[in-house]
Each structure stands twice: as structure tokens, then as C-alpha cells.
């Protein structure tokens, strides 16, 4: 009996973690493959209280694939004007700029006392 049991529960591991993987190829892909065929790549890192430039430049009309590096704390990025929102379960985002100008990027993530300080711009042009 305790066999059989044992064998049950190890079969219903093993389906619980197919389930687990599963789901990861289930989920909307992020489209990073522009970035790859000549899009635009933007790193920004993210430290205690600071991005990593004050400005990040790109250009109007071709693909922009952003992505964050939290090089110490937790943060995370917000762009409103693009819809990107960057944080530690979502660290890419591709998306094609269709206005030039002067955009604030800000933390979103509360990450302490600096926080209202984490800021940086991103220029279309």
C-alpha cells in the first residue's frame, strides 16, 4: 500500500511541474526579435535610487526593445507615454515610438526613501 502511494504522489510531482513549465510557453511572447533584426536596444540599469544616464536616446518609427537591469535593490520602470512598465517579473518590453520628444522615465517600484528621485528621460527623435 504504501508503495502505491508513494507512486502516486511522485506521479502527481511530476505532472504539478509539467504544469509549471507549461504555463511559461503558454504566455505572450515579448517580441524581442526586432531588436535582433536591427530594432533598437536600450539597457537601463537600475541602482539604489538612480538610473544609469540621465537620458536614453532613440529613434521615432523603428522598433525600441528596453530592457531592465536591477543592479542593486528592486525597481522597477514606468514610460506612461508607451504603455512600458518594467519591473522584476517583466524585464523586456519592445514597443515602436510614433512621436518624438522629451518622455519621463520614473521608478516604479517603491524602493525606499529615494524613490521620488529615480528619474530619467527618454528622447525620441
Known amino acids: 500500500m504504501n ?19 507549461s504555463k511559461k510557453a503558454q504566455e505572450a511572447p515579448t517580441n524581442t526579435d526586432s531588436a535582433a533584426a536591427g530594432g533598437q536596444a536600450v539597457t537601463i540599469k537600475a ?27 528592486a525597481h522597477g520602470v514606468s514610460i506612461k507615454d508607451f504603455k ?4 522584476s517579473t517583466k524585464k523586456t518590453f519592445t514597443f515602436t515610438p510614433d512621436k518624438t520628444g522629451s518622455f519621463p522615465i520614473i521608478c516604479s ?17
Open 3 to 21: 508503495k502505491i502511494l508513494i507512486i502516486l504522489m511522485g506521479i502527481c510531482l511530476a505532472m504539478a511541474l509539467a504544469a509549471c513549465g
Open 47 to 73: 541602482s539604489n535610487f538612480k538610473f544609469d544616464q540621465t537620458e536614453y536616446h532613440v529613434k521615432k518609427g523603428e522598433p525600441v526593445t528596453i530592457t531592465l537591469d536591477n543592479t542593486q535593490g
Open 84 to 87: 512600458v512598465s518594467l519591473d
Open 109 to 125: 517600484v517603491m524602493c525606499g526613501s529615494g524613490h521620488a528621485n529615480m528619474k530619467s528621460t527618454l528622447i525620441v527623435e
